[in-house]
């Protein structure tokens, strides 16, 4: 987006609906029709509805759509139904109602627990995601490295992982979900069990990655300051059933760092509404 001089680094639009009725959307929430000749959407999700068997709805008529190299935060109290929006859009569960399309075909998917294969080095779990993607033998070791130096951990790569910090295991997951090379990269709360510090170098490192590599990525949170550090757009989700009640642009995600005053300024105004939000589905 080309911005005018003298924009402010956060520079934040909101959309927001009622959870409680349902009347028609506000016209604020209705899609905006796209040009004929732009190209498709990364992620369109339409009118998706989840149940799990014959329980409550969990999520209920999710309409998103994220262009190519957006990076999109989804953030929600625990429960809401994130990761459940997550695993359909990465094709490892089906939606009730509605339908889900990613353009260019399967996502790569970084979950919480870096689950990376305890008896390979860091390089050869690499390697393997290249090798599942039919690389040739010789292409592979050269390639791992390329990507875990993209992740700062050349020096790492013939570690076991119980030799490696939970950041580094998380900087070897992220360099593996690389190596599947899709367009898409879906993260469910991949910095959640780290300490501030690695969490806030790793944010750094994330987005230095998605500029490099242009990928379009969808980021779980429940922690409202890293949606606020990371999001291009934060959607925000209520609970039973879950549903897109808020939406926040940032026109600007250049230098934003997470202790900068207009962090903590998004960041309070997103607790604000989520303290709602969870007020509202407590009532
Ligand atoms: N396989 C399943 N079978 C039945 N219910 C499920 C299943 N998976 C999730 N749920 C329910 O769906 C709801 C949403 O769960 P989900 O894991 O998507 O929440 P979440 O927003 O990711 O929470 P958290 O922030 O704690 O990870 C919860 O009530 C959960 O109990
Ligand atoms: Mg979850």
Redesign the pocket.
């Given at each position: 987006m080309i911005l005018p001089p003298g924009t402010p680094v956060l520079r934040t639009s909101v959309r927001s609906a009622s959870v409680r009725s349902r009347p028609p959307l506000p016209s604020t929430l209705v899609p905006t029709p796209r040009p004929a000749e732009s190209p498709p959407a990364a992620i369109s999700v339409s009118g998706l509805g989840k149940r799990?068997?014959t329980?409550p709805l969990?999520l209920d008529d999710i309409n998103v759509t994220i262009e190519a190299g957006q990076f999109v935060c989804l953030l929600?109290?625990?429960?809401?139904?994130?990761?459940?929006?997550l695993n359909i859009i990465a094709g490892l569960d089906k939606p009730t109602e509605g339908t889900v399309t990613v353009a260019s075909g399967k996502a790569a998917v970084m979950f919480q627990d870096a689950a990376l294969f305890p008896w390979l080095t860091a390089g050869r779990n690499v390697e393997l995601a290249l090798k599942l993607r039919g690389v040739p033998r010789a292409a592979r070791r050269p390639a791992a490295r390329e990507l875990l130096d993209l992740v700062n951990l050349a020096d790492a790569a013939d570690k076991r992982p119980h030799e490696l910090s939970g950041g580094m295991r998380q900087r070897v997951a992220l360099a593996r979900s690389l190596a599947q090379d899709r367009r898409v990269l879906l993260m469910d709360?991949p910095f959640a069990a780290l300490d501030a510090i690695t969490r806030d170098l790793l944010h750094e490192e994330l987005e230095r990655v998605w500029k490099q590599t242009g990928r379009t990525i969808v980021f779980?949170t429940?922690n409202v300051r890293e949606a606020a550090r990371l999001g291009q757009r934060i959607l925000l989700m209520s609970s039973r059933p879950?549903r897109v009640v808020n939406e926040w642009t940032i026109t600007d995600t250049g230098s934003r760092r997470i202790e900068s005053p207009e962090v903590a300024r998004l960041g309070d105004e997103i607790t604000d509404q989520l303290r709602q939000e969870i007020r509202r589905n407590a009532a």
């Open positions: 799990f068997g329980g969990v929600g109290a625990s429960g809401c139904g994130k990761s459940t929006l709360e779980v429940h879950g």
